[in-house]
Every structure is written in C-alpha cells, then in structure tokens.
Nanobody
Framework: QVQLAESGGGLVQAGGSLRLSCAASGRTVSNYRMGWFRQAPGKEREFVAG????????YYAVSVKGRFTISRDNAKNTVYLQMNSLKPEDAAVYYC???????????????????WGQGTQVTVSS
C-alpha cells in the first residue's frame, strides 16, 4: 500500500501563497488518483482539489478554483497543491489522499479514497 506524507504548511498572511507537497512511498504514485482535502476546527472534512493518475484531468472545489492548482510529478512520486491569494477561511488542516480507482464524478467524496496522510496545518492571518 502507499504511504503519504504532507509538508509545506505554515502561517501566511492573507493574500499570500503556500505550496503543499504530498510525498508518496511504498507504491508509485502514478497508480493512484490523488486528492487534497481540508478540515477546519468544528467543520467536516471537505474536498479541495483532485487529479487523475496521468495528471491530465484536475478538478477543484468552487471555493478555491482560480486560486489553487493541483499538480503531480510522478517521477518524484509527489503531488502538489499551489495555493495563491489565501484567505482566512482557507485555514485548516490539509490532507492528501490517494486511491487506485479511476477518476469519476464521485472523486470529490472523501469516502472514495483509501489512503490518507497525517495532514499539514495551514494558518492564514488577516
């Protein structure tokens, strides 16, 4: 099975940028569609962005579209989330997730991912 480790979180001012990384080990990440989710205190975990196994298809939550970009470097076994124009409401723990099944319209659901990282905290100051 694949193990996932997120990094790149931290404290940033509103309007700033961060790039999160998700490093995979144990299996090659090219076998998995990948997703980023986030969970703020007192809220449910929500979908942020997803990308197909090849990287040819990506999709975003409405709240981040145009500001966040998901990408993958299968040669480095790593998936990224570039976050620009950050807002205080983007603050959360961000999780990377993986699943070997093909991308579908259901891929925005956390329940369609079998493997999860431990998360990385993103804090946005206003």
């Amino acid at each position: 099975q694949v193990q996932l480790a997120e990094s790149g979180g931290g404290l940033v001012q509103a309007g700033g940028s961060l790039r999160l990384s998700c490093a995979a080990s144990g299996r090659t990440v090219s076998n998995y569609r990948m997703g980023w989710f986030r969970q703020a205190p007192g809220k449910e975990r929500e979908f942020v962005a997803g990308i197909s196994r090849s990287g040819g298809t990506s999709y975003y939550a409405v709240s981040v579209k145009g500001r966040f970009t998901i990408s993958r470097d299968n040669a480095k076994n790593t998936v990224y989330l570039q976050m620009n124009s950050l807002k205080p409401e983007d603050a959360a723990v961000y999780y990377c997730a993986a699943d070997p099944s093909p991308i579908t319209s259901a891929s925005i659901s956390q329940w369609t991912y079998d493997y999860w990282g431990q998360g990385t905290q993103v804090t946005v100051s206003s």
